[in-house]
Each structure stands twice: as C-alpha cells, then as structure tokens.
C-alpha cells in the first residue's frame, strides 16, 4: 500500500503529524509512507525512517520570486513529483486549500480515497474549501488535541482504532552520539522563550529567576529572530550560568532540543520538538489553550498554565526540580 501524507507546516504542526506514521505503519507493516512538507521542515521529517520518500514543498521561498523562471521550473517539478506515484490514499490532514491543491494533484489507484478533514478545531486556521478536493471527509470533535486529529483521520480511513500513546518515530539520544562545537559537553537547560506572538511569552523576570534558582546549571538560549536574540541576551546579561547560542539550523534547532536535560519553553514549536523526543519538559501556557497541544505522551512533560493563567516560576522551579531529581 502506498500512503501520501500532506502536512507542510508550521513547525509544531508538522511535528504533531508524526504519530500517523508510526500508528499506519504498526497496522500495515508493509505499506510505503511519502510526505509532502516545506523545505525547511524536510531535516526534521527525515529524522522519521519510516518515511519512505519526502517531496519538499517551498511555497514561501516561491512566492518571493514567481515570475523568474527558474522558480516556475521548480513549482513544474513539484508537482510531476506529487504525480510521479499513484497512492492509494492521500491524507491531507492540515485543512488549507494549499494543501487540498496538492492533494488535488495527488493520483490515486483506482478506488484509492483521498482523505481530510471534515471541520476545524477551535482557533485553527481551517480553510472550508479543502474539502474540495477530498473523496472521505471526516468530522472530529472541535476540542480534539492536535496530535489526535491527523491520528484518528488516519485511523477512519484505515479502519483502525487509535488506542495506543502517540509514538513520534523519533531516535532515542545516545551516549556516543556527537555534538557539535556550541553544545557542551555536560548536562545542559534549554529555555525556548521566543515565540511570534508575545502574548504567548513568559515575562522576561521569570525566566531570570528560574536561571538564578537552577544555577549553576548551564542554560542555553536559543533565538530565531533578530528581537528574539536582543531577548536571549538581556537574559544572559542578568544569568551568569546562561549563554546565548549562535543561529541555529533547523537540524541543530532539532539537536538542542534531543540532547537537553531539561527543557523549559512556551507553547512553540521547539518546545513541542523536545517533548516529542520524550525529554525532561516543562510546558508553559500564557495565552494558548493548553487542551490543544500539551504533551500528554510522557510522564516526563510537565504541563502547566492556561490562556490566560500563566504558571508562577514557583510552580515551574517545583516541576523543573521534580524532572531533574
């Protein structure tokens, strides 16, 4: 059996599709899994091995520059490779019409079903029109977490019942595992305090006072943006135990987040990354519903806060503690 799956962002999202892959390939042990995500996701992707074949989509590199004629080359042979295979089921389980125009093109055998969802969940970006280009839509509460949703689409279509923890495919951190120059060689924090929209940060006095209380364990700050990194080093400045890192790849982003002791982060992408991984994780919700995306795989995540309710550094200080004793 040869699957398509559609899911090409963001960051999190892309993340969350993962369990899809490990739930089809435990009930089809011999089916081929392919995956159609932004270029910039595909490192993540590939850290999956049973992903059989991953088709790099680069709308927002394309949209800068769609009338040269190399870029309409590129767009041409994207989708002669989303045709190149005929499947015989396509899931596009993020709701756009961006991506219903790629499972559009998708071919299936005959009687292949191409699969989506039916509505959104609250606060999502689903686009209604998707279900265009769908042969099976399927409708999911509202309130369904975000790793459950392309998990129990899958599982309608396939017909089987989604009843196991969510298995993100993802290697398991070994002792003999190298680590690049910024990394220390020791036990190390991370704290993933950038995010897009601040309402969703966490004030800058309580990430010094939880670095003040975890000294003298190294902290390392990440950054994607210029105001994020201004961020990271008015942090440092006041934490002689925390140090700013370099501009980080999406592969080293992905490296920092599997070889941390503990990682401490809002409701962003990375955060999710290392929970994914199963390491020791706090959570931290300020302005997100926390039902959406809370780690609820391991008990090796701590959840903690709500849209609107952010924790105190108390709570987190006694959750960071409790993961690393």
Partial sequence: MNILLVRVSSLGDVLHNMPIVADIARHFPRANIDWVVEEGYVSLVRLNPRVRNIIPFALRRWRKSLGQKATRAEIKAFFAAVRQQEYDYVFDTQGLLKTGVIMGAARVKKGGQKVGLANGSEGSGYEGISRIFHSKSIPLDARTHAVARGRLVAGAALGYAVDTPADFGLPDVS???????????????????????????????????????????????????????????????????????????????????????????????????????????????????????????????????????????????????????
């Avoid at 305090?193 to 000294?215: E, S």
């Avoid at 980080?248 to 982060?265: K, N």
């Avoid at 962003?268 to 809370?294: M, N």
Wanted: aromatic fraction near 8%; charged fraction near 20%; charge should be positive.
């Fill in 175 to 325: 002792p003999g595992d190298p680590r690049p120059d910024w990394m220390p060689a020791g036990p190390y924090a991370v704290y993933f305090h950038g995010t897009a929209r601040d309402a969703k940060k966490w004030a800058p006095q309580n990430w010094i006072a939880l670095g003040q209380a975890l000294a003298p364990m190294t902290i390392l700050l990440p950054w994607g943006s210029p105001k994020e990194k201004a961020e990271a080093e008015a942090l440092a400045a006041a934490l002689p135990n925390a140090r700013v890192l370099p501009k980080l790849s999406m592969a080293d982003a992905v490296l920092l987040a599997r070889h941390a002791a503990l990682a401490v982060g809002v409701d962003t992408g990375l955060t999710h990354i290392a929970a994914a991984f199963s390491r020791p994780v706090v959570e931290i919700y300020c302005d997100s519903p926390r039902w959406k995306t809370e780690g609820n795989w391991s008990p090796k995540i701590i959840n903690l806060g709500d849209r609107g309710a952010p924790p105190s550094v108390a709570e987190v200080l006694a959750a960071a503690r409790s993961l690393l004793a």
